[in-house]
């Protein structure tokens, strides 16, 4: 196994379990404790990780993007749940953005396995583009921009130019926080301003985002709650955001509960 290999396999284990311990994976991995310190050092230096005695804690700051390929794998059940619902509102023959954003990776799969027909879909996405590029019926977009690394996404002013020179029927983006007074928050200023220009030029504006993104707060802010026409969330949220929603004319829709009702 190569070291980035088991590097990202433990920080998948931090994310999942919060904590990890030098002996146990060592012993895991039959390595030595000092390749594993190694490991915990580079992490820990990436931001991901804070090295505690013996091991190390997974470091909860919203402003640290793990790897493309890390999320990915987090939350997989409320990412799914989230596609479908979004995958209702879109028809045949809608132009649609989608961000980079791994939720929009689970859209574009549930896209393809629901057989839309005749979409157009503009993305900042290399990994979307990956997963479409053999997809027939479909044109799919690509915007310009900087590749940020182990992100699969393209970001900045051309990546701006290029959104701005579309009107699309629908945009759906996601986001790192969604906190009361703040609004939607991202880790990277480039990252928020090229998800605004997405939400200015969509007619209807989506935003997708899972359970945990609530009363969390990023660097970089996106915009405001009534910028948006509809959250996609995977349960119901408190009482005190379905009544902020209600007041300012957002929809809010997540999956059916036990009393039959969807929003």
Wanted: proline share 2%.
């Amino acid at each position: 196994m190569l070291a980035i290999e088991r590097r990202n396999e433990i920080l998948e284990k931090l994310q999942r379990e919060r904590r990890v311990v030098v002996s146990e994976l060592s012993q895991y991995y039959k390595v030595s404790d000092e390749t594993v310190r190694r490991d915990l050092e580079k992490l820990e230096a990436d931001g991901y990780a804070i090295k505690s005695y013996g091991g190390a804690v997974f470091n909860e700051s919203t402003n640290i993007d793990l790897p493309f390929n890390v999320r990915k794998k987090h939350n997989v059940k409320e990412k799914l749940d989230i596609a479908d619902l979004v995958c209702e509102r879109i028809h045949d023959g809608d132009s649609i953005i989608l961000d980079a954003s791994t939720t929009a990776i689970y859209i574009a799969k549930a896209l393809k396995e629901k057989e839309k027909k005749n979409l157009t879909i503009v993305t900042n996405s290399i990994e979307i583009i990956i997963e479409l590029q053999e997809w027939q019926g479909w044109t799919v977009i690509l915007t310009g921009g900087v590749a940020v690394a182990n992100t699969f996404l393209l970001v900045g002013p051309q990546t701006d130019k290029m959104l701005r020179s579309y009107r699309v029927d629908k945009t759906i983006i996601s986001c790192k926080g969604l906190e009361w007074g703040v609004g939607f928050t991202d880790t990277e200023e480039l990252h928020a301003v090229n998800k605004k220009t997405m939400l200015e030029s969509g007619r209807e504006k989506i935003i997708a985002i899972d359970s945990s993104k609530f009363e969390q707060t990023a660097f970089a802010k996106i915009g405001e709650v009534e910028d948006v026409n509809v959250v996609v969330t995977d349960k119901k949220p408190e009482d005190k955001w379905a009544q902020l929603f209600e007041e300012r004319g957002v929809e809010c829709v997540y999956p059916r509960t036990a009393e039959g009702s969807i929003s």
